[in-house]
């Protein structure tokens, strides 16, 4: 038995929105329902509104859909400037409340689901709901990640887990450089 297959979908044409100066792209599907509040997709690092383009065929026949190119990716301008959660939140932030006009339902894929995550926690006066896709952590050291001491483990792990945490801080300390997260940006940001 072979599950159905979605065509090809093509993206559907988007707009530009002018937030601090820079160009940020976004499409608009669906029409607005009075029971429902709109849904905002949030692509994942390396993607863009393309990312999402067979879910927004779907949700339009129910849902009035957005979704943004954050700034940095896809059509959105590359501009020369510190990136970060912050940023990305208070991006989110002003599209709801400048271009949606109304809280919506985030639904942000890892890098998005990050940033969806910032604003329901740091702005819950824009967000209906939350929905997270495989969502990332934090991207930088002033973020908190360490679980709380309670919660830490006080048996001795096995040396595979011992080595596997080395590696893993080894490979943290390596894109904790500027340089290394620089060429890393640098080498995903093209089209």
Same mark, same amino acid.
Request: contains cysteine.
């Given at each position: 038995?072979?599950?159905?297959?979605?065509?090809?979908?093509?993206?559907?044409?988007?707009?530009?929105?002018?937030?601090?100066?820079?160009?940020?792209?976004?499409?608009? !599907?669906?029409?607005? =329902?009075?029971?429902?509040?709109?849904?905002?997709?949030?692509? %994942? *690092? #390396?993607? +863009?509104?393309?990312?999402?383009?067979?879910?927004? !065929?779907?949700?339009? =026949?129910?849902?009035?859909?957005?979704?943004?190119?954050?700034? %940095? *990716? #896809?059509? +959105?301008?590359?501009?020369?400037?510190?990136?970060?959660?912050?940023?990305?939140?208070?991006?989110?932030?002003?599209?709801?409340?400048?271009?949606?006009?109304?809280?919506?339902?985030?639904?942000?894929?890892?890098?998005?689901?990050?940033?969806?995550?910032?604003?329901?926690?740091?702005?819950?006066?824009?967000?209906?709901?939350?929905?997270?896709?495989?969502?990332?952590?934090?991207?930088?050291?002033?973020?908190?990640?360490?679980?709380?001491?309670?919660?830490?483990?006080?048996?001795?792990?096995?040396?595979?887990?011992?080595?596997?945490?080395?590696?893993?801080?080894?490979?943290?300390?390596?894109?904790?450089?500027?340089?290394?997260?620089?060429?890393?940006?640098?080498?995903?940001?093209?089209?």
């Amino acid at each position: 038995m072979r599950a159905p297959t979605i065509p090809y979908t093509t993206p559907i044409p988007g707009k530009y929105w002018q937030w601090r100066g820079h160009n940020v792209y976004y499409v608009k !599907a669906g029409e607005k =329902h009075s029971q429902r509040p709109p849904l905002l997709l949030i692509h %994942g *690092f #390396g993607a +863009s509104t393309d990312h999402w383009r067979k879910n927004i !065929a779907e949700l339009q =026949h129910d849902f009035e859909v957005y979704a943004i190119d954050l700034l %940095g *990716f #896809g059509r +959105s301008e590359k501009s020369k400037i510190q990136y970060g959660g912050d940023l990305w939140r208070d991006q989110l932030n002003d599209f709801i409340t400048e271009v949606i006009g109304e809280k919506a339902v985030l639904a942000g894929n890892s890098l998005g689901g990050y940033a969806s995550l910032c604003v329901a926690a740091q702005r819950p006066e824009s967000v209906a709901g939350l929905v997270l896709l495989n969502s990332a952590g934090p991207f930088s050291k002033d973020q908190p990640t360490a679980e709380p001491e309670a919660l830490q483990s006080e048996i001795e792990p096995p040396l595979i887990e011992k080595l596997q945490k080395l590696l893993g801080d080894f490979a943290k300390l390596i894109f904790k450089q500027p340089l290394a997260q620089f060429n890393l940006f640098q080498y995903n940001r093209q089209p």
